[in-house]
T-cell receptor, first 114, second 115 residues
Framework: EPEVTQTPSHQVTQMGQEVILRCVPISNHLYFYWYRQILGQKVEFLVSFYNNEISEKSEIFDDQFSVERPDGSNFTLKIRSTKLEDSAMYFC????????????FGPGTRLTVT | AQSVAQPEDQVNVAEGNPLTVKCTYSVSGNPYLFWYVQYPNRGLQFLLKYITGDNLVKGSYGFEAEFNKSQTSFHLKKPSALVSDSALYFCAVRDVSGGSYIPTFGRGTSLIVHP
């Protein structure tokens, strides 16, 4: 069964550094998402991406964040200058359409900012 | 605006007993409702959804959920719990009439099934 993959599984970085989290969505899906989950807290939406552009974003997704689909398979989340409070589990998800379909989540990247 | 509430942080049940994980929602229009499960150090896995049709929805691993429009609830149920069902369960809602494709997730309920 096809699945969403994410790399790395764990990323440790120093405050102020740039990080890029990578995702490979399911190949025939059209909608892509990033969520984050701070330890013990709820899953929070960051951004959705469709047709090579951002379709929706939350207030969390400020100028420090960007997303890209550089080559038709990878979907990346970049954090330009990490802060301690960016430490969280970051999940990528994809869905075949936006309308009624459930989302398929990757295993997540645990980002630790020191 | 759309919102979802999971009133219980934790549910404890003995193996073999029925389980219920509660979820209530609020939307302006009609809801799309989802249940996801998260095992330790894993991503969320889709369990089941209500879009339209029968109020009783059956999903993976023997789980089912009942859509109750008058009570704005979508409780997750299983007739006989297994220890392996122990995990974090998330309810999610999306307003069909809203312009957003993004579901709102609840805070999650930790299900602990005791042997």
């Amino acid at each position: 069964e096809p699945e969403v993959t994410q790399t790395p599984s764990h990323q440790v970085t120093q405050m102020g550094q740039e990080v890029i989290l990578r995702c490979v969505p399911i190949s025939n899906h059209l909608y892509f998402y990033w969520y984050r989950q701070i330890l013990g807290q709820k899953v929070e939406f960051l951004v959705s991406f469709y047709n090579n552009e951002i379709s929706e974003k939350s207030e969390i997704f400020d100028d420090q964040f960007s997303v890209e689909r550089p080559d038709g398979s990878n979907f990346t989340l970049k954090i330009r200058s990490t802060k301690l409070e960016d430490s969280a589990m970051y999940f990528c998800a994809s869905s075949p359409s936006g309308a009624s379909y459930e989302q398929y989540f990757g295993p997540g990247t645990r980002l630790t900012v020191t | 605006a759309q919102s979802v509430a999971q009133p219980e942080d934790q549910v404890n049940v003995a193996e073999g007993n029925p389980l219920t994980v509660k979820c209530t929602y609020s939307v302006s229009g009609n809801p799309y409702l989802f249940w996801y499960v998260q095992y330790p150090n894993r991503g969320l896995q889709f369990l089941l959804k209500y879009i339209t049709g029968d109020n009783l929805v059956k999903g993976s691993y023997g789980f089912e959920a009942e859509f109750n429009k008058s009570q704005t609830s979508f409780h997750l149920k299983k007739p006989s719990a297994l220890v392996s069902d122990s995990a974090l369960y998330f309810c999610a809602v999306r307003d069909v009439s809203g312009g957003s494709y993004i579901p709102t997730f609840g805070r999650g309920t930790s299900l602990i099934v005791h042997p």
